[in-house]
């Protein structure tokens, strides 16, 4: 079964911190994956997105992400974090050809100033 | 300029009344989708359609029906509103690489 999982739902980091956060999946086939960030009260918004290829793909607003199929993860990363980076990021597993696709629970990153 | 809107933006209904959501996408994509998010639940799928005329239940269908009339629109309909239908609804379109894109939401308390 496809899953993903997101096993921190909080992460808290001084603004100008390094971040890392973690996504693991699990599906058999040719995963294909995402971020995405929710700001409060707005939708969804795509930061990055892996098909194939070189396994760290870069983002918009300096994040990137690196894909590990050893590892089955997909974790995000930005070497230093604004105050204005607070908000939910969410993992998204998709399938070649899929309809549908699946949604990690979603870290909530707060930054302290 | 907004791909994918929402009407309306807040909605109070009460319970019982009939309930529809609007969404309009400008991307031309094939596939369109509606969510709804509650804390706990993340986002979860209420229906989907891969184009005009085509609709699909998701993984929470009940109690929703859903509209493609067009490519470009998408709706969802509460035919008779309840209390637990309380919640923030997201529309998003997308392709066939599993690329979706969001609409502002719609927050709906049914009272």
């Known amino acids: 079964a496809q899953s993903v999982t997101q096993p921190d739902a909080r992460v808290t980091v001084s603004e100008g911190a390094s971040l890392q956060l973690r996504c693991k999946y699990s599906?058999?086939?040719?995963?294909?994956l995402f971020w995405y960030v929710q700001y409060p009260r707005q939708g969804l918004q795509l930061l990055l997105k892996y098909y194939s290829g070189d396994p760290v793909v870069q983002g918009v607003n300096g994040f990137e992400a690196e894909f590990s199929k050893s590892n089955s993860s997909f974790h995000l990363r930005k070497a230093s974090v604004h105050w204005s980076d607070s908000a939910v990021y969410f993992c998204?597993?998709?399938?070649?050809?899929?309809?549908?696709?699946?949604f990690g629970k979603g870290t909530h990153l707060h930054v302290l100033p | 300029e907004a791909a994918v809107t929402q009407s309306p933006r807040n909605k109070v209904a009460v319970t019982g009344g009939k309930v529809t959501l609007s969404c309009n996408q400008t991307n031309n994509h094939n596939n369109m989708y509606w969510y709804r998010q509650d804390t706990g639940h993340g986002l979860r799928l209420i229906h989907y359609s891969y184009g005009a005329g085509s609709t699909e239940k998701g993984d929470i269908p009940d109690g929703y029906k859903a509209s493609r009339p067009s490519q470009e629109n998408f709706s969802l309909i509460l035919e008779l509103a309840t209390p637990s239908q309380t919640s923030v609804y997201f529309c998003?379109?997308?392709?066939?690489?599993?690329?979706?894109?969001f609409g502002p939401g719609t927050r709906l308390t049914v009272l």
């Open positions: 599906y058999s086939g040719t995963p294909y």
């Open positions: 998204v597993l998709s399938a070649e050809n899929a309809y549908k696709v699946i």
């Open positions: 998003a379109s997308g392709g066939t690489g599993g690329e979706q894109y």
